[in-house]
């Protein structure tokens, strides 16, 4: 009778213990499987740099920061702070100054547990020190696509699909010939005169259209870039400024 009780008591004690867990973080935003691309960051001096994209993406209980560097870690939402937990990681590409800035800011503002918010589309990280990350949300792919590994040369070629247009050249490995590819990837900006390696999530498209690829490619992060052509790079980030 006494262990039927004592199991009892335990039983009470752990319910106790989940729904005040509950309460902690019954107002945090659900953030699992979702992407997000940062647009601004009010009340403070650091600057986006143009042309470069920073994204986060949240998957279950872990955090990947796409930047100057990949940074990733684990986190959880509590009482509707962002509290990383254990020690992160992170690549170590040299970037110019001002785009390694932006990573060190998004470290030091993970490390300060901001507050955090999601308005529609646009997810906000708030520190104490008063800036405000505001990032907007982007398509990202189901749980089920498939993750495959591909180059993309330096150049486009003029291809014809439903009318002309300009086809990324892909491969699988570097011993294979360059191939046309009629299909873009989601989220990834092709700069020309630079060759990358990405790793792309292939997912189904459920009810395509006649005519229509049947999978659509989304980009999940640049594992290698080489510049081959500057002059055409450098070309191609000035027109952007124009």
């Known amino acids: 009778m006494r262990t039927g009780l004592t199991a009892l008591i ?11 867990g509950l309460a902690q973080t019954s107002d945090s935003p659900n953030l699992d499987h979702t992407k997000w691309r940062l647009t601004g960051v009010g009340h ?6 143009p042309g470069v994209k920073y994204t986060v993406t949240f998957e279950g209980s872990q955090y990947s920061f796409s930047g100057c560097n990949q940074i990733a870690g684990r ?3 509590e009482a509707g702070k962002l ?8 690549t170590m590409r040299g970037c110019p100054p ?7 800011g998004f470290t030091g503002m993970l490390h300060a547990k901001p507050t955090v918010r999601v308005e529609g589309d646009q ?3 708030a520190g104490d020190d008063g800036a405000q990350w505001t990032f907007q949300k982007e398509q990202l792919a189901s749980k089920d696509a498939t993750t495959k590994f591909i180059y ?8 014809t699909g439903t009318a002309p247009m300009q086809c990324l050249q892909i491969r699988e490995s570097k011993d294979q010939p360059w191939t046309l590819s009629h299909m873009s990837i989601v989220g990834f900006e092709h700069v020309p005169g630079i060759e990358y390696r990405v790793r792309i999530k292939e997912d189904q498209v459920p009810h395509p259209v006649a005519d229509a690829p049947s999978v659509v ?11 081959v052509d500057r002059k055409a790079a450098d070309e191609y980030e000035a027109s952007k400024k124009q």
């Open 10 to 20: 335990f039983a009470g004690a752990a319910a106790l213990l989940a729904l005040s």
């Open 44 to 49: 403070s001096d650091l600057k986006i740099p």
């Open 75 to 77: 986190f959880r939402l």
């Open 83 to 90: 509290v990383t937990t254990g020690p992160g990681r992170s």
């Open 98 to 104: 001002e785009v390694h800035a932006v990573d060190a």
């Open 123 to 125: 997810l906000i990280l």
């Open 152 to 159: 993309v040369a330096a150049f486009t070629k003029d291809c």
């Open 217 to 227: 490619w989304y980009l999940d992060m640049v594992v290698e870039q080489t510049v």
